[in-house]
């Protein structure tokens, strides 16, 4: 089973944010995947945001 991890940045680009942003949402929003940290650098499971988006859009309807 293959895992996709995405760095910060590229979680950045897929919310139209900055990393402050998802710095706050993390430490703000239970509900916002939590980073595993590799090698001193936050990487995201994209099957976690995935999840959250879905999440998002699922309370907007």
Known sequence: MSHQLLTTKQVCDLFVVTDRTIYNWSKKNPNFPKAIKLGGTNKYRQSDI????????????
């Open 50 to 61: 995935e999840s959250f988006i879905d999440s998002l859009t699922a309370n907007a309807a």
